[in-house]
């Protein structure tokens, strides 16, 4: 990668899903003007969300001809549904953007590490178990994913040791400022050391 864009720094928020990792992300992202990187995915929307602003919603032929291509830098498969990140939006979306955030679940923040090295900030976001089942239950998640993503709670919750910074979230406005002011010195710094 050239040196202009190594320069800018990719934050992905992980940790168990129900921890609150879109909510918290596209608060912070709001707050200091950071641009998300949207996954495609083949599942289909649910009630409120929207392509374009919670995923690239596409069908599985197109997600095939796109991963045929090799255009996903890191792609999982979740209860039937493909998930991925195309590796030329990041390239993109830095050039245009500058920094920018993704969220993923903790094999995609692995990837991600892996290929972009010290250009990836990864932030953990978590809850305990009952606050993150009960937060599923009550955003009228389907009861058979709330199982499957619980049984894979204590996993997600062990990856906190690989990642740069963790952040407990019960009160959202604390959650959004701790990690805003933490990003903030990140930002900061990449401005000063351009100088
Ligand atoms: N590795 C990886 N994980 C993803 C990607 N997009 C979404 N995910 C994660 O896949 C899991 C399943 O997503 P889904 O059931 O749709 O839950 P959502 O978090 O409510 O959208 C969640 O943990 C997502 O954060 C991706 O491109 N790569
Ligand atoms: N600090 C919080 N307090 C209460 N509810 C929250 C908090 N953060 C997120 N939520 C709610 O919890 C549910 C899961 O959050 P979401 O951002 O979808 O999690 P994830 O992306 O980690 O799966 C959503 O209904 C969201 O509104």
Known sequence: ???????????????????????????????????K?????????????????DYHF????????????????ESICMNGNHYGVRGMDIEQSLLQNGSVFLILNTEGAELLKEQYGDQVIRLFIYADRRTVQDRQQEAGVDSDIVRFRMDQYETAVAYQARCEHA???????????????????YLQRNLVERD
């Open 1 to 35: 990668m050239n040196e202009q864009l190594d320069r800018k720094l990719i934050f992905v928020f992980t940790g168990p899903d129900g921890s609150g990792r879109k909510t918290v992300a596209d608060s912070v992202g709001a707050t200091l003007g950071i641009a």
């Open 167 to 185: 952040f407990e979230n019960y009160d959202l406005a604390h959650t959004v400022f701790d990690i805003s002011n933490t990003l903030e010195h």
């Open 58 to 73: 596409i069908s599985p032929e197109l997600y095939e001809q796109f991963d045929r291509a090799g255009d996903f830098i």
């Open 37 to 53: 990187v949207l996954s495609y995915a083949t599942r289909k929307p649910r009630p409120g969300e929207a392509n374009g602003q």
